[in-house]
């Protein structure tokens, strides 16, 4: 709002008497000059597409799907899906060039999750416990997906659990201390065919989830 100016351009008070030119003395006609004010509508932002936030995604109720994981940079997976089918494979979380060391760990659980929606649901998740490592980095490398994996079924409200190394070897091919072949030659006796010892392991658990109950018999 801009108060009116007079002539010499000194600023008037609302609704101010000035004299008109032209009139005669002692009879000035006079006039208000009422202040106005103009009001501005306001504007609605909208944001472009691309800066709006996406859905969420909705996680899919649990069901009888069993999935089995062994958790590294290279993780093996197996999965009996609700209608009895048994599907395997690897996924690689090596880090990518100028990734932080996390984005490792939320790409695993943008993959669970992903794993979950197309399988229509996980009803529990098995993997195995690992206590013994090569060295210091693959430690350090376990227990980041370990953490990712057991918060985000924590998040789920998924049931998971973690299966001594020992007794998934023994289950599958009768000696606890059984080495990655023998492991790998057992799981391809059963009639499946793991691209390497990652899956074999995977599938082992898989195995024993299924046929022990989850250690219950």
């Given amino acids: 709002m801009t108060p009116a100016a007079d002539d010499d351009g000194q600023l008037l008070p609302e609704n101010q008497t000035v004299a008109v030119p032209g009139s005669s003395p002692g009879q000035a006609l006079t006039t208000t000059i009422p202040i106005t004010e103009t009001i501005m509508a306001s504007t609605t932002l909208t944001l472009p597409a691309e800066q709006a ?101 924590e998040e789920h409200e998924i049931p998971y659990q973690g299966v001594p190394v020992g007794a998934v070897k023994r289950h599958v091919t009768g000696r606890g201390n059984a080495d990655k072949a023998a492991v790998t030659a057992a799981v391809r006796a059963r009639g499946f065919a793991p691209a390497d010892d990652n899956e074999a392991d995977a599938i082992a658990i898989l195995l024993w989830a299924i046929e022990t109950g989850g250690g219950v018999r």
Avoid: N
């Avoid at 936030?53 to 993780?75: F, I, K, Q, Y």
């Avoid at 229509?120 to 953490?147: M, Q």
């Fill in 53 to 153: 936030s996406a859905p969420a995604l909705t996680m899919p109720p649990r069901t009888g799907a069993v999935l089995a994981l062994d958790l590294g940079t290279t993780t093996g997976w197996a999965l009996r899906t609700s209608d009895g089918r048994i599907v395997s494979g690897t996924q690689d979380f090596r880090p990518r060039r100028f990734e932080g060391g996390g984005m490792r760990y939320l790409r695993f659980t943008d993959w669970l999750l992903e794993l979950a929606m197309l399988s229509r649901g996980i009803g529990r998740v098995v993997f195995e416990e690992v206590r013994r490592h090569a060295g210091t980095d693959a430690a350090h490398i376990y227990g980041g997906f370990l953490g990712a994996l057991t918060s985000w079924c």
